[in-house]
């Protein structure tokens, strides 16, 4: 009882430190800003400490503060008093009369506020915080997409931007999220979730995310800029690959998901819109996008959509309602495959429900793909409808089909011009992709969009990473034995585009 009497009133005390405060990320389950039990990582090394001013019941005194990764510390006798998870709080700076500039950190509905050098720390704290302010850091320039989330809806809830940063114009792509039309309970978890795995991914081959701001109605998620456009478009004015090109576009493809899998993350939503080009006609220097639909992996099957992705680019085992791992993304890539070469899809069908049937039972004529002994052995071991004996990222990259080519060494290629004449345009695209195109979608052979159950809702697995206790053990599928067979942009000044008429 005394223990439980001890804790309460460090709580209580520890309130008096922050004032209310909403925001979108609040967590209504966490109704208070400092936790007070023992430091989980106690012997992590600081990344930051130093003695700041802070404001408590309108007086000024002297703390140290500390920041281990995501983690801001506060201490007393060197021993660590109090601390808070920094993930998804928000920052701005403030400003105090004697103790001049400052930062406010807020978290569920309460805020903290410190004085001293901060400009350090501030740099610092914005990679794991959520910002305010975002017209003063961004100008927006033109919409350059737009898209539904989490489920099929009638109005577009989240609009792309090209933007331009006023300090040094540098062109961003920007993610806005309507806050009005989120759903409060599954939205809400389903950003925190893509939020999340963004910043845990770093390789060249995938979208970085910068920085995340809100303000009174939107989100903005600030996004590397990438000039040349989609695969999907790409793909609609090119010729089939030959194997060579294929061979090496696929490398990094399966290079880029091998480091997102290494992380515990399933994308679930490999297709060639989300498939981007740094530069125009380059397939050279791709980058997967769009992590709407990525999730930890869960050895129970729990996750925040359990069936989701597009019809034609999904594993059988996602459709047949069974549980997944990391290689439904691997399917999607043999998927990816097959049409870079035969120039259409394993899944031509007639309507939807054709496509998603002859997805759901993975019928697929191999026969129509062109490929050498060695690139149909890589192709059928990719898109194996048993997930058991199908290939693992790491498993493919160790294929005899680029190891004759040499690719361990990727980054001296560069893909040449095709000097042949346009051939036929890639008959899977001639015809309109879109209607089979989905952000979230739930489906089974049997029902149309209109007929769907509401989707599985969980909340577990949004703290889940590598670093955290609730991860499995075993982040990697069973690996089954198989026998081989930058620049600097100038600024620019352009129209700028109001907030109101987002």
């Known amino acids: 009882m005394k223990l439980l009497r001890s804790i309460f009133y460090k709580q209580q005390k520890a309130k008096m430190d922050v004032i209310n405060k909403e925001s979108f990320f609040d967590d209504p389950d966490a109704p208070v800003f400092w936790n007070v039990t023992e430091y989980p990582s106690k012997d992590a090394a600081l990344d930051l ?17 500390g920041i281990s990764n995501h983690y801001l510390l506060y201490f007393k006798k060197q021993a660590v008093k109090k601390w808070v998870n920094l993930d998804n709080a928000t920052i701005e700076y403030t400003k105090h009369q004697k103790a001049g500039l400052g930062i406010k950190i807020t978290k569920n509905k309460q805020y903290f506020e410190f004085f001293g ?21 961004y100008t927006l320039l033109k919409k350059i997409g737009q898209g539904n989330f989490a ?8 609009k792309v931007f090209k933007a331009v940063n006023k300090n040094d114009g540098t062109e ?14 599954v939205d809400r978890l389903a950003i925190i979730k893509e939020i999340s795995i963004m910043k845990k991914i770093q390789h060249e081959s995938i979208i970085h995310l910068y920085e995340v701001f809100e303000g ?19 793909m609609k004015k090119s010729p089939p690959f030959s194997e060579e090109k294929c061979a090496k576009f696929i490398f990094r493809l399966l290079k880029a998901v091998s480091s997102i899998h290494e992380k515990g993350i399933l994308h679930r939503d490999i297709k060639p819109e989300n ?12 980058c997967i996008g769009d992590f709407g639909l990525a ?54 069908g007639k309507d939807y429900d054709d496509v998603v049937m002859r997805n759901y039972y993975a019928k697929v004529k191999f026969e129509e793909c062109k490929l050498s002994d060695i690139g149909m052995d ?61 952000i979230s979608t739930q489906f089974s052979p049997k029902s149309s969009l209109s007929n769907l159950s509401p989707y599985c809702v969980t909340k577990c697995n949004i703290e889940d990473s590598p670093q955290t206790p609730n991860t499995p053990l075993i982040l990697k599928p069973i690996n089954t034995p198989r026998t081989p067979a930058t620049y600097k942009l100038r600024q620019v000044r352009r129209t700028q585009i109001p907030l109101q008429q987002l």
């Not at 961003?172 to 309970?185: D, G, M, S, V, W």
Request: overall charge neutral.
């Open 378 to 438: 890589l192709l059928q071991g990719l898109m194996n409808k048993n997930p058991i004996k199908r290939l693992t990222a790491e498993e493919a990259l160790s294929h005899p089909w680029f190891a004759s080519e040499n690719l361990t060494k990727v980054c001296q290629f560069k893909i040449r011009k095709s000097n042949q004449p346009t051939l036929k345009k890639l008959a899977y695209f001639d015809t309109n992709i879109k209607q089979y195109s989905a």
């Open 49 to 65: 400490q130093d003695t700041m001013y802070i404001d408590q019941n309108s007086e000024l005194h002297k703390g140290t503060l």
């Open 172 to 185: 961003y792509a920007i993610k806005c999220f309507r806050k009005a039309k989120l759903n409060e309970t």
């Open 151 to 158: 489920d099929v809806r009638e109005i577009h809830i989240i």
């Open 216 to 234: 009174d109605e939107f989100l903005f998620l600030v996004l590397e800029y990438l000039k040349g456009g989609e695969l999907h478009q790409y």
């Open 275 to 286: 498939i981007m080009l740094r530069n125009k006609e380059d397939v050279d220097n791709i």
């Open 295 to 348: 999730d930890y992996y869960s050895p129970s099957g729990q996750y925040l959509f359990t069936r989701c992705g597009t019809p034609g680019y999904v594993a059988p085992e996602l459709l047949q309602d069974k549980t997944y791992d990391f290689k439904i993304d691997i399917y999607s890539i043999g998927i990816l495959m097959f049409i870079l070469i035969a120039g259409k899809s394993p899944f031509d």
């Open 117 to 137: 050098d901060v400009e350090l720390w501030y740099n610092y704290l914005k990679q794991f915080c959520i910002q305010r302010n975002f017209s003063h850091h």
